[in-house]
């Protein structure tokens, strides 16, 4: 059995998710590693509904505390920066939320430590929809060759956070906290499904609008200017690739509506977060008769299957976000325990911010951008 001390850094919504989801390995897998909440430290009043062993008022105590395996990452964004550094020079294992850093200056200051330190353990960055496994069997059809070359595709991410014109700013809505708006909050992950599923993304062209540019500040009567934006449309390039995202934090009706088509020479693959349970497949060569044949889009049900160690609850039952979480966690526990490297890990999260930075520098300059 390995015996694996995890310190977690904020304790807000994501802090609980990822400890919720350390806590449960064991009934999900087949596992005999132990995974043991060591530490934690946060700076807000929380309650934490497990007993940690050690509670921290500084991170940087936890980080350099010799019995903590993982550092897990869970502050604002402009804070990633600081910790991912200092967690990078003590060379422990990284689990940071995304997206990488608030801007590409801090990343490359990221990266440069990362180099610099001879960085060598496991690290992710939170991009959980890779462990969908509607979207694990994209991928791998993908890779068979399934839908052929890839001509075109487009990807949708929209949400309905703040379409409340009263949502108070918080550091969600401040650039220098957040970095932006739903390109940080949405994008940054359907960049990275794009990444993952069509190939590097190489040119972009976008266009971002704030709808509500006028917020309350919270605990006071003053109303100041937004900094983020709540919408952006974007062209993307990847080699001959072309495809479009669009992303919206303002989108009446949105939960997680997530969706992507994408269109090859001899099939088509789309997905919808609506019902995360299947993956729709469309294959040129499927018979055709005058009345329909057997061709069409196809359901393909994946609902819980990850196959492996995962035991519980059965491949049958209906799949949640909180179950990507786990299966995101438990194969980066699997590295860290096997020595390998867990994809995406901070790489990945870099290459995601040189696109979102494209993307910032193409709607200001009103010009396609190369990714750089
Ligand atoms: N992957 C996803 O699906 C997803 C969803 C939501 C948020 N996120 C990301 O998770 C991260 C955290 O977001 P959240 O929604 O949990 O925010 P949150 O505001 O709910 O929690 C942040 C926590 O960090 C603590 N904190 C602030 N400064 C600290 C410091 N110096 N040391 C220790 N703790 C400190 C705060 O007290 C707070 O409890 C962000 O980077 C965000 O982008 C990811």
């Known amino acids: 059995m390995k015996n ?17 989801c350390y806590d449960n390995i064991k009934y999900y897998y087949n596992t005999d590693v132990n995974i043991n909440m060591y530490a934690v430290s946060n700076t807000s009043k929380a309650n934490f509904p497990i007993k940690f062993e050690k509670v ?7 980080i350099n505390d010799e019995n903590v395996d993982v550092i897990d990452i869970c502050v604002p964004n402009f804070l990633h920066k600081e910790v991912l550094i200092e967690a990078i020079k003590a060379n422990k294992h990284i689990y940071c ?20 330190y001879n960085f060598n353990k496991t690290s992710r960055i939170t991009f959980e929809y890779r462990f969908v496994p509607a979207i694990m069997r994209a991928k791998q059809m993908i890779d068979e060759g399934k839908i052929g070359k ?11 956070e ?35 599923l069509i190939g590097d993304i190489d040119e972009v062209y976008a266009d971002k609008r704030t709808h509500f540019k006028k917020r309350p500040l919270s605990g006071t009567d003053k109303i ?15 080699g001959e690739i072309m495809g479009t995202l669009l992303l919206s934090q303002v989108a009446a009706g949105s939960g997680i509506d997530l969706t992507f088509e994408i269109y090859g020479e001899t099939g088509a693959i789309k997905f919808a977060h609506e019902n995360p349970n299947v993956i729709y497949y469309f294959n040129n060569d499927d018979e055709k008769s005058p009345i329909g044949g057997l061709s069409g889009f196809k359901a393909i049900e994946t609902t819980q299957k990850y196959g492996g160690a995962a035991s519980f ?8 976000w909180t179950r990507y979480h786990i299966a995101s966690i438990y194969d980066f526990i699997d590295a860290v325990c096997k020595d390998r490297k867990a994809y995406p890990d901070i790489e990945d999260g870099y290459k995601v911010q040189l696109v979102t930075d494209a993307i910032y520098r193409s709607a200001e300059e009103k010009k396609s951008i190369m990714v750089r």
Do not use: C
């Open 313 to 320: 609850p059965p491949p049958r039952v209906n799949i949640a």
């Open 97 to 116: 939320e995304k997206p990488l850093a608030v801007d590409i200056e801090s990343a490359h200051e990221v990266m440069e430590a990362y180099k610099k």
């Open 162 to 196: 703040f379409i409340d014109p009263n949502r108070p700013i918080s550091w969600q809505s401040t650039k220098e906290k957040s970095g932006g708006g739903v390109l940080y909050a949405l994008g940054t992950h359907a960049i990275d499904l794009i990444h993952y």
């Open 150 to 160: 890839i001509i075109h595709f487009n990807f949708k991410y929209y949400g309905s």
């Open 4 to 20: 694996i001390n995890v310190g977690m850094i904020g304790f807000g919504y994501m802090g609980k998710m990822h400890t919720m």
């Open 56 to 62: 921290y008022s500084d991170y940087q105590g936890l």
């Open 224 to 238: 100041i200017d937004v900094g983020i934006e709540d919408i952006l449309n974007i062209q993307l390039y990847s």
